[in-house]
């Protein structure tokens, strides 16, 4: 995975850090609260860490609503780091430096999140056990990702044109059944893997939409499916699993 953005980091880290993240809430960050609350999880007093931070807006978020926890963000970009930590609305949460695809802390933890970024790695399996092993016995591990319903997995290997250089990344869904049967070798003590459906719609922009992707729903069956422009349609699910 590269995620050497060269120039294009400003673009990133803009759109990342605006303030509208705070205010108009993701739908996929609202939706692990609900299912928290339906869940009826109960956090207090617990170690949770949220890995892939980015500009720490889930945490600030999950701290609204379970105020009582000790809270981390892990990041391997230094620039969201420099800025979360000179961000007031993220007073009291500690950032650190770090890679999801190593130990990353001594610390054990009683809810480790990890949102949107799995599809970035293409082992996905290896970095799903190594935030097992970062998990307290009977924490919990939550993250989303997109599968594929048939059991096939893909790698799409993209290269985006700009002006004057550009980015060669990837994406990798895996098959349902593969993650589902990972899950369950795993022995833990229990796991559900929950549709995450988007339920707006969101209009395809013109000319490509300008950001990292134009991010877009194609309403298929009555449902608003996630596509972009790698014109893929994307099917994400969230999962949570209880450590033995
Ligand atoms: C697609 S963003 C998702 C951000 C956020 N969790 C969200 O759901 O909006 C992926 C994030 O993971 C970070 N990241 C990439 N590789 C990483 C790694 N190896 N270890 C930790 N974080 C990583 C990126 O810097 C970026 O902030």
């Given amino acids: 995975m ?5 120039k294009y980091r400003k673009t990133f880290n803009k759109k990342y850090l605006s303030k509208k993240n705070f205010e108009n ?12 609350r339906k869940k009826k999880t109960k956090l207090n007093n617990q170690k949770i860490i949220d890995v892939g931070c980015s500009n720490g807006s889930f945490l ?9 926890n000790s809270y981390y963000g892990l990041e391997l970009d230094k620039n969201l780091l420099d800025l979360n930590k ?3 609305l993220l007073n009291d949460i500690v950032f650190f430096k770090g890679s999801v695809k190593k130990k990353f802390s001594t610390k054990k933890y009683n809810l480790i999140t990890f949102l949107g970024t799995l599809n970035i790695f293409e082992n996905q399996e290896f970095i799903l056990k ?14 989303n990702c997109y599968l594929n319903k048939d059991n096939i997995d893909l790698n799409i290997n993209y290269r985006k044109y700009l002006k004057k250089y550009n980015i060669k990344n990837a994406i990798y869904i895996k098959s349902y059944e593969l993650i589902k049967k990972f899950l369950t070798k795993t022995k833990l003590l229990s796991f559900f893997i929950i549709p995450n459906p988007y339920p707006r719609v969101i209009k395809k922009k013109k000319g490509g939409g300008g950001g990292w992707f134009n991010i877009y729903t194609l309403k298929i069956n009555k449902q608003n499916i996630r596509s972009n422009n790698l014109g893929v349609l994307y099917d994400q699910y969230l999962i949570i699993a209880k450590k033995k």
Avoid: A, C, M, W
């Fill in 25 to 36: 809430i993701k739908y996929d960050f609202q939706f692990v609260i609900e299912i928290l």
């Fill in 2 to 6: 590269n995620y050497n953005l060269g």
């Fill in 86 to 88: 000179k961000n007031k």
């Fill in 130 to 143: 190594n935030l097992f092993t970062h998990l307290r016995s009977k924490g919990l591990l939550i993250f």
């Fill in 60 to 68: 600030y978020l999950l701290k609204k609503n379970y105020p009582n």
